[in-house]
């Protein structure tokens, strides 16, 4: 394990609970959060400049800090506001894209220059998807280019105050809110009780301790993986139970790769974990040493490999696509909203 996978690993067991290191870390994060508060106020005040779009704009963001299902629940949404008769554009940051300038995404761009998660959504979604540091310069250059886009989403985003904001998703997983504390003595952004118009929670059970560390009257999401298809034959899938009796190891670059290993325990298999730090990039050839018939990866991490030579070409790797399932009143209340937003 590389020093900052050593490091992340570390620091995600001290955030879970109230130990040594997070006490010894517990006056940071007071500075933490006195600096992030008169950030927020000072946007709310208009002292901190901010942009305002002229379509509705959706946040789907968290303030638990790394992954929580954000992007699956992204193209949940786009799905449902088309199926309403939106026309939904989306942007975001990029993680790990090559520079911080508003550039497009297709299903064919680099995920080195764009990011995973953008290039999976955008192949997930057929949406235009538009990427840049600047959130308000990547909505005005999306509508641009598609004019017909009625509604923006926005992958992540939501401390990202220079952007206005019609509606916010909080998410969480089933950690919930960790150990409560804020960076860096917790894994929090801002606090639990921060405003928002609805709660997602990404758990196979909502828990009444759940419930109540998250506030907010939570909608449940789950993600469903039931097949897996090979990274050669994109397409042919067969049921994930069918692979059971096979030397198997899930691989996984994700914010939380404990949740990829659990999904694939629940379909029945066993399976040798192998974490890898979220967004890794597989140019270290994380699987030349390893012993297995299948090795089992997200569609996250599949759409870097597929454009590596020496990954897309091996045989043993298998993608894990998940959807996320949601109750179809968030669906409704969101597109509510929606169409009660003003434009500018």
């Given amino acids: 394990m590389s020093s900052n996978a050593s490091l992340e690993t570390t620091l995600t067991r001290a955030w879970l609970r109230r130990g040594a290191l997070a006490c010894a870390l517990w006056p940071l994060s007071l500075l933490f959060r006195a600096l992030s508060s008169l950030r927020a106020l000072l946007f709310r005040a208009g002292v901190l400049k901010s942009t305002r779009l002229p379509v509705p704009v959706i946040v789907v963001g968290n303030i638990f800090i790394g992954g929580t299902g954000k992007t699956p629940l992204t193209i949940w949404l786009a799905e449902a506001l088309r199926d309403a008769g939106f026309q939904p554009g989306i942007i975001s940051r ?21 990011g995973d998660e953008p290039l999976l959504i955008a192949r997930r979604t057929g949406c235009p998807v538009v990427v840049g540091r600047d959130r308000g310069a990547a909505g005005r250059a999306l509508l641009a280019a598609h004019p017909r886009v009625d509604v923006i989403l926005t992958d992540d985003g939501l401390q990202h105050y220079a952007l206005q904001r019609d509606i916010e998703i909080m998410l969480f997983d089933g ?19 921060r405003r928002r ?18 506030g907010g009257a939570p909608f449940r999401m789950r993600l469903d993986g039931a097949f ?16 059971a009796g096979r030397r198997l190891v899930a691989a ?4 939380n790769p404990q949740r990829f290993f659990t999904l694939l325990r629940g379909a029945g298999l066993d399976v040798a974990e192998l974490p890898l730090p979220d967004h890794h990039d597989f140019l270290d050839r994380p699987f030349a040493a ?12 599949a759409v870097k490999c597929a ?23 968030l669906a409704e209340q969101i597109v509510e909203k929606c169409r009660g937003c003003s434009t500018a």
Avoid: M, Y
């Fill in 307 to 329: 454009q590596i030579e020496n990954l897309r070409n091996d045989p043993r790797l298998w993608v894990v696509p998940v959807t996320a399932q949601l109750d179809a009143a």
């Fill in 252 to 255: 996984c670059g994700i914010g």
């Fill in 175 to 193: 950690r919930g809110v960790g150990n409560g504390w804020l960076l860096p003595a917790g894994p929090l952004r801002e606090v639990p009780s």
């Fill in 228 to 243: 897996a298809e090979p990274l050669l034959r994109p397409g042919q899938r067969v049921p994930l139970a069918s692979l």
């Fill in 290 to 301: 390893v012993d297995a018939d299948i090795i089992l990866i997200t569609e996250k991490d």
């Fill in 94 to 114: 990029g993680h790990g894209g090559s520079d911080g300038a508003a550039r497009a995404v297709g299903p064919d761009s680099s995920a080195r220059e764009v």
């Fill in 197 to 214: 118009d609805f709660t997602v929670v990404n758990a196979p059970e909502l828990t009444p301790a759940l419930r109540a560390a998250v």
